[in-house]
């Protein structure tokens, strides 16, 4: 396999030709290897330079590489290329930040349909926002590739996702995208993915989905990314404008991501049944922070760090099937009231918000100008524990449901400080309905609350 340092010595060893001057005989010998039967692009016709008119050789350069599973090395330099299919067993590599790629806007770029193997490495990949046809989804458009493996490349200006991965596997790693009119990464129908370590920026709808066309299982990891500055162009309540977006994907694990200035949420899963969001830090979100929503069963939502946004942690929507969660050692601080949309249900401004079959338990909530803990919705609660949580500088520090019909909660051994409205009050819908029930809950048979110490 062609590393980095197989590279450099390429260069200087002087195999590329004319793409490299002569004096460049010497390297120092930590970087001496030789390039093991790799093809050198430049001696098959596709050179830097010349415009658009080399994409046919490229194919076939691909094509025959392909056929005889040896790598492609393009040496530095612009390639201006459209409309190339990536075959089976394609490896294509260059050197990190020289080797360019640019599309010509005549179609497509990269396009695969059904493949074993597809590597892509050490490339600069640029769609200088040119015009995508309506064959791909992506400047990067791979469908039915059981082993991709994208790493340490550099795309950016497509005018539409960056990457459009569909029933793939593989690894998408260590790379930097930016600047897509869509979607950074949109995995959707994967088989084992994992997203690591990438580095997403400024893309207009979305950064890294992780979608399925029906619920079923998935089990794409999305571990240790660096996700900021994406918007909601589309508008919407919440189909755009997130950092990492789970969608009927089941069995996903989302963890030790960072996360900041998203228009909406920084993790959002909706219908994504046994999810793990564990360990990442969520700065600046425009709506709510970490999102668990609508048909799911099985959520873990733990050790977040979350420091801005307009909601915390919401693990709702009993009454469209999402239930069973742990909510545990998250730090959720200043928040506030004002979201992306007018909203016409609870509204913004809580901290954790939960609904059915949940614990709650040692949780750190400041500074969230309506309520610190907000228990049900209506009569869509049941089976809540809350305990050992530190609520402190709300209004209210935990509102429950006092609405006929709603289910049980036991609220116990919370500290409640600076909730000058009240540490517990019952509510029907938006509408208080109770003075402060923090020294008990006799006439509500459906709570109990108790040891709670407030100040």
Not at 241 to 249: C, L, S, T, V
Not at 416 to 445: H, K, M, S, V
Not at 447 to 454: A, G, K, P, S, Y
């Amino acid at each position: 396999m062609v590393t980095r340092r197989l590279i450099v010595s390429s260069i200087g060893l002087g195999v590329l030709g004319a793409a490299v001057p002569a004096r460049a005989t010497s390297v120092p010998a930590a970087i001496e290897v030789d390039l093991r039967g790799a093809i050198d692009a430049s001696a098959h016709g596709v050179r830097p330079g010349g415009g658009d008119r080399k994409s046919r050789a490229f194919s076939r350069l691909l094509k025959e590489a392909a056929e005889k599973q040896v790598p492609v090395f393009l040496p530095p330099g612009d390639y201006v290329v459209s409309n190339i299919d990536l075959p089976d067993n394609t490896r294509l590599t260059g050197v990190a930040g020289a080797t360019r790629i640019l599309y010509g806007g005549d179609g497509y770029l990269f396009a695969c349909q059904g493949a074993g193997s597809i590597v892509l490495e050490d490339l600069v990949i640029d769609g200088n926002n040119r015009w995508l046809d309506d064959t791909v989804e992506g400047l990067v458009h791979l469908s039915a590739a059981t082993d991709v493996r994208i790493e340490n490349c550099e795309i950016k200006g497509s005018s539409k996702s960056a990457l459009y991965l569909e029933h793939c596997g593989g690894r998408i790693e260590k790379n930097r995208i930016s600047g897509a009119a869509d979607h950074a990464i949109y995995a959707i129908e994967s088989t084992g993915l994992s997203i690591t370590a990438n580095t997403v920026l400024d893309c207009a709808n979305g950064g890294i989905l992780v979608h399925r066309w029906t619920k079923g299982p998935d089990g794409t990891m999305v571990t240790g990314n660096r996700v900021s500055g994406i918007g909601a162009r589309n508008g919407g309540t919440g189909e755009y404008g997130n950092g990492i977006n789970i969608f009927r994907a089941d069995n996903v694990m989302v963890a030790n991501n960072h996360l900041s200035d998203c228009a909406f949420s920084a993790i959002r899963s909706n219908a994504g049944s046994n999810i793990q969001i564990s360990a990442n830090t969520c700065l600046a979100s425009g709506e709510t922070a970490i999102y668990s929503e609508f048909g799911f069963e099985g959520a873990i939502v733990s050790g977040n760090l979350i420091d801005g946004a307009a909601n915390g942690i919401l693990i709702v929507n009993f009454n469209e099937g999402g239930r069973l969660s742990t909510v545990t050692g998250n730090v959720v601080r200043n928040l506030k009231l004002e979201g992306p949309y007018v909203h016409d249900g609870a509204g913004f401004g809580f901290g954790i918000a939960v609904e059915a079959d949940t614990v709650v338990s040692g949780n750190t909530i400041e500074n969230a100008p309506k309520y610190g803990l907000m228990l049900g919705w209506g009569p869509y609660m049941r089976g809540l524990v809350v305990n050992g949580n530190l609520v402190r500088a709300t209004p209210v520090g935990c509102a429950v449901t006092v609405v006929e019909g709603a289910g049980s909660a036991l609220v116990s051994g919370n500290v409640f400080e600076q909730t000058p409205q009240g540490a517990i009050a019952g509510y029907r819908w938006n509408e208080r309905a109770t003075g402060d029930l923090a020294d008990g809950a006799e006439q509500f048979a459906h709570l109990t609350i108790e040891r709670n110490r407030t100040g």
